[in-house]
């Protein structure tokens, strides 16, 4: 991973950790040490403050918008155990290494099981993958990842 995909990964979990009133403090901020760096005269720099506001708020208006996938904790749980039995099943098979697509391969045979007893650990997350197996693998990419493409909520 280059350095500036890092740091984009790195400026997108601050944000969507950061609440907006935080936001809209940094930037305040990094306004007056820029106004003070460049020696701007007071009229210029509450315009420019007022002008960073304006846009910082209308991209937390757009932000706020838009749709957010989630997934209840306990269905998280759950799938959060997909790749201990993939990396069991590569383990028990004597295949040579455990990769990330193996947890995908365990969810399709998950999602394709006809009966329990293939996988009776997971007899309740089975019609769940069944009626969201894209939710189920973006939530487990994510996690693959390291970042939060489906938001885990209470239910």
Known sequence: MSKYDEDLKKACEILNNTELDELLKVAVEAMDDA??????????????????????????????????LTIPKSIADELDEIPNEAKRYVRESGFDDYSILDDFVELQEL??????????????LKEFVKDNLNLCTLYLAGKALGVDLVKVVER
């Open 35 to 68: 106004a003070v760096d460049i020696g701007m005269e007071a009229n210029q720099e509450w315009h420019a403050k007022i002008t960073l506001e304006s846009a910082l708020i209308h991209i937390a208006e757009k932000v706020a918008k838009r749709p957010q």
């Open 111 to 124: 999602y394709e099981a006809d009966e329990d007893e293939t996988f009776p650990r997971f007899t309740g």
